[in-house]
């Protein structure tokens, strides 16, 4: 099997050597028909996630990375940075709804791993000093995330993580930030093409501090 193949089978997508949940997975169904539906967009898998996973198939972390993933909603990219890129991986995100997912998405993938529900503007300087490689997908799409995930980053950068990844669709926000990002950090955007069509054309900030 090559880990880009992109099957869906039992409701789940295999892509890049990850199950992904789909709407037909029978837990899925059963969530949320049973629980409080995650409220900020972590209702779904979010398709940004699938740009890094190509960057990093090609562009490999080195070994025993300690990654933390913002906004990780069902945690299919969190799944990704442990059982492929073998980083101990601590999965975040402001809507504690979103964690029965992100446990089945950890189940169906062989993963175990700790999820915290914490916010973006929580994490301080001090808490960022034990990660080296901070990861968001989809996470900068509304107009108060640019600033948000601004000030992220220069915490982070401070803090000595080594990379950041944030990838995005292309919405004006993420631009916005891309623009500060590249003027204070020396970020760059990189384009990858995800899939056969322009709507597949994915985008990620990449900063290097190393
Ligand atoms: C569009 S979803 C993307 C989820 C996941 N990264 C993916 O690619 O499937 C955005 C996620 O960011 C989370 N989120 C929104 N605002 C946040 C904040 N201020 N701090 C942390 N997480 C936040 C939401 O709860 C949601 O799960």
Redesign the pocket.
Known sequence: MTTSENKVKNGLRISHGIAALTSSHPDLRRLKRQSEA?A???N???S??YAIMQYLDDNPLPDNQSVLD?????G??SCYFSKIQKARVLA????AH?QPFFDVTCQENGVVMPFKA????KMTKNFLTDFDVLV????C?WDE?TA?LYKLINRAIQAGVKQIYIADPGRQPFWDLADLAADKFYGTVKSIKTGKTKRSEKYILTINNS
Not at 70 to 74: E, N, R, S
Not at 92 to 95: S, V
Not at 118 to 121: A, D, F, Q
Not at 136 to 139: E, S
């Open positions: 995650p900020i967009h972590g779904k898998v979010w940004s996630s913002v906004g990780c909603g069902f299919t990219l975040t995100d402001a809507d979103v914490m916010r973006i503007e968001g997908a989809d996470i799409f995330m948000l």
